[in-house]
């Protein structure tokens, strides 16, 4: 579960993160009255799930009233790439004297926390890593052992902190790896970290992930989520029992099974397609579940086609089938469909669809087969288009 900045800080302030005074607001008076406490200069973020919200207009720096209403007027109900900006975060501005950058983030790969910092705050990280790999220092911690003041030091050391700010950023990188422990999140960042002329240590940012699976050892957190801002596929997908996230491209993905879905998405993209979503049915899928992922995948309008990827095992192939062919009839769907079924009643699911003779719904007997079909077919559409 994805945090807004200031829920992020919420959050970070249980365990002591240090932050500047603020206030989220829906309305431009609100805006306006949080002002009278705050004090100006105020800087107003606009709150969405996404970054770039700076280089898109929603951050900005108000020096006065008649600024803050004028920007708060322009940043509200702003479209940052897809999200619509229903809240702003409005906080008192401080002098900066440098910006740093940390955060841990569960490694799966090496199956530990790993927390990194660097300073070079205020920048994308991957762009850090990229091009100033040895201004990031990172350190993988044992959950046994936990995180103790000398990895702190390690990490200011090798990053290159000045020496009077290793111990307070060590007590933040300590705080943000008790948030990422007691709180169970998956991310826990700031980036940037001002540090002010006074050389204290003030997290700007938050962006904070928790672990939906947790959730009910945390019914405080379970009321951060944000409703107003949750994609409407991703709702509707969680009423239906899916699994679902929305990606960036254009290629809708269906199967049953995490791994097989996963290896999917993979292969789609080693075929030269982008997909559009990750979407699994569960073992055992019945029809209804197959025509309300075939509703939540056509609900994404970035969709071009979409591929059906099955393995039959405690799935039955015919109920796919079926699930398929009620979806067509109630959704009468534009896009071309490509159906790879393989396993349980494997002949009697393509039989099905073959008596059915759904228009645009092509079989493939492979899965190398069927992303290649289905990146052909999405590749058609963008030439119709």
């Not at 002098?95 to 990194?116: N, Q, S, T, W």
């Not at 990280?125 to 046994?144: G, S, Y």
């Not at 075929?271 to 019945?286: Q, T, V």
């Amino acid at each position: 579960m994805d945090l807004l900045e200031y829920k992020g800080k919420q959050v970070l302030g249980r365990h002591g993160v240090r932050q500047l005074p603020g206030e989220a607001v829906s309305t431009v008076d609100d805006a306006v009255a949080a002002s009278d406490e705050i004090g100006f200069p105020i800087v107003i973020k606009a709150q969405v799930k996404i970054g770039g919200r700076g280089k898109a207009g929603g951050i900005k720096i108000a020096a006065d009233a008649d600024e803050l209403r004028a920007y708060a007027a322009a940043i509200l109900g702003m479209d940052i790439r897809g999200h619509t900006v229903h809240e702003i975060w409005v906080q008192r501005a401080t002098e900066i004297a440098g910006e740093l950058y940390a955060a841990v983030v569960f490694d799966r790969a090496a199956k530990a926390p790993l927390v990194m910092l660097s300073t070079q705050g205020g920048m994308d990280i991957e762009q850090v890593a990229a091009q100033h790999p040895e201004a990031l220092a990172t350190i993988h911690i044992d959950p046994l052992v936990g995180f103790h003041p000398f990895h702190a030091r390690r990490l200011a050391f090798e990053a290159h902190v000045d020496a009077d700010l290793v111990r307070p950023v060590g007590e933040l990188l300590e705080a943000l790896f008790r948030v990422f422990t007691k709180e169970e999140a998956t991310l826990v960042e700031i980036n940037p970290i001002a540090v002010t002329p006074e050389r204290d240590v003030v997290a700007l940012d938050a962006k904070v992930t928790l672990d939906d699976s947790s959730l009910f050892r945390h019914p405080e957190n379970a009321a951060l989520d944000d409703k107003a801002n949750a994609d409407p596929q991703e709702m509707l997908a969680a009423q239906r029992g899916l699994t679902y996230v929305k990606l960036d491209g254009d290629i809708g993905v269906f199967g049953n099974g995490a791994g097989l879905v996963m290896s999917t998405l993979d292969v789609v993209a080693a075929a030269g397609g982008a997909p559009a979503n990750f979407l699994d049915a569960g073992g055992g899928a019945k029809a209804e579940a197959i025509a309300a992922s075939v509703e939540v995948i056509l609900g994404n309008p970035n969709v071009k086609a979409v591929l059906f990827n099955v393995f039959g095992g405690i799935t039955r192939c015919d109920e796919v089938a079926r699930g398929l062919i009620e979806a067509y009839e109630i959704l009468q769907p534009k896009v071309p469909f490509v159906v790879r079924l393989d396993g349980t009643n494997d002949v009697e699911g393509r039989r099905l669809l073959a008596e059915a003779n759904l228009p645009n719904v092509y079989a493939e007997a492979t899965m190398d087969g069927a992303a290649a079909r289905v990146v052909e077919l999405a590749r058609r559409a963008d030439v119709v288009a």
